[in-house]
């Protein structure tokens, strides 16, 4: 099976700087939150929601975390050499598409599965009967996301199954929240609910072995009865509230600045137009300067004639059509502005005009997306 290609490009000139101690002072506040004994899920997804996903496990590994939360098993596989204390936790529930081999090694190497219909239990228990490993299964109950989960009497029957299942040991159970991120916390109080019900009546509390969870990031910051055993974090890790709080229980602190030179300098005479479609023209001489970096690496196109970026100090505006590697800024009241001078395009401040928080509202979405579109090639630096 083919999981890498043969070489893999770094574009040196573009630094996304990965600030270890940021995220593992956000690991640290977000524990405080909860009781000593919950434990951390770090979560890795996406590239590490751009941070780049070997950088981040080996960040964390001088963390106290206890699990790494991917995506799909081929994450999985990829960081399965780095880590080592830890348990890693496939959040994709496992499903027929599966090889046997990939059944066999999350079996074998002790990593964890969700596992959503009776289906997929008569597929790992079929590819696994001939041999003697056991598949550690976490299994998602409905309680009003409506994505993954299974409803009450299904998960019950599941877990029956699952019980009985000489290769499947239930190793957690656990929901997600729908709304956590909102201000109207009414309608996660009532997914707990549900969640809590499942859990009395099926006895989960008394079963040592299972795993409890249910808080992301948000829940975890603003709803301590969704801790439960184990809290799986994302975004906060990073240094970002899912929604921004005007007063946080806990400081979170930007893991990542992205950075490029400046590569060329250039004087537009008033009245003459910057990149495609003509959409700047200033009404002044203006000097601009080209960053090598556009919307194939992550940087919006419609950021194009709003974003801001700075050079030093100085808060610039990007002029002109953001292109597909490129990207133009009004730089005319720069001091001493020089080529080969490193450009801030996202930074690592909440409040700055080009932090994750202000390049989302420009863009229309959320503070995840701005850090997750950084490309892979984007040169990770760890600070
Ligand atoms: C992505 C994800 C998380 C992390 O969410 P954040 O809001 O980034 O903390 C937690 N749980 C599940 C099931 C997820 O898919």
Not at 77 to 105: F, R
């Amino acid at each position: 099976m083919r999981f890498y290609r043969s070489q893999q490009l770094i574009r040196q000139d573009l630094e996304a700087h990965i600030y270890s101690q940021a995220m593992l002072a956000n690991v640290s506040g977000l524990k405080n939150l909860c009781k000593g004994e919950t434990k951390f899920c770090a979560v890795i997804k996406a590239n590490a929601y751009g941070h780049g996903i070997s950088e981040t496990v080996n960040i964390l590994k001088k963390a106290d975390v206890d699990f790494f939360a991917v995506a799909s098993i081929y994450e999985a596989i990829h960081i399965l050499g780095m880590v080592k204390k830890q348990s890693i936790l496939i959040l994709e529930p496992i499903n027929t598409t599966y090889s046997p081999d990939q059944v066999a090694i999350c079996a074998r190497k002790g990593i964890h599965c969700v596992l959503s219909s009776s289906e997929d239990l008569d597929f790992v228990s079929e590819t696994l009967s001939t041999g003697k490993s056991v598949l550690k299964v976490h299994v998602n109950i409905e309680s009003g996301m409506g994505r993954n989960g299974l409803d009450a009497e299904l998960a019950s029957e599941l877990i029956e199954r699952i019980d009985r299942c000489p290769n499947t040991s239930l190793a957690g159970v656990y929901t997600h929240l729908a709304t956590a991120d909102e201000e109207d916390l009414s309608y996660a109080y009532v997914q707990l609910e549900k969640f809590n019900k499942f859990l009395d009546e099926n006895s989960i509390r008394d079963r040592e072995e299972v795993l409890i969870h249910a808080a992301n990031s948000a829940a975890t910051i603003k709803i301590p009865e969704s801790h439960f055993d184990m809290v799986r974090c994302g975004i906060a890790m990073y240094g970002y509230y899912s929604r921004q709080m005007p007063d946080p229980p806990v400081k979170l602190t930007p893991a990542m600045k992205l950075q490029a030179p400046i590569v060329k300098l250039k004087n537009i005479v008033a009245g003459d137009s910057v990149s495609y479609g003509r959409s700047f023209i200033p009404g002044k001489d203006t000097t601009v300067a080209i960053v090598p970096l556009g919307y194939a690496d992550g940087y919006w196109r419609s950021f194009s004639n709003r974003a801001k970026m700075k050079v030093g100090d100085s808060v610039v505006s990007v002029v002109g059509r953001v292109c597909m590697d490129q990207v133009l800024i009004d730089v005319t009241d720069v001091p001493n502005v020089a080529v080969g001078q490193m450009v801030t395009i996202i930074d690592n401040d909440h409040r700055s005009p080009c932090g994750a928080y202000a390049l989302a509202e420009l863009a229309g979405t959320i503070c995840y997306e701005i850090p997750i579109c950084v490309h892979s090639h984007v040169n990770r630096i760890v600070h």
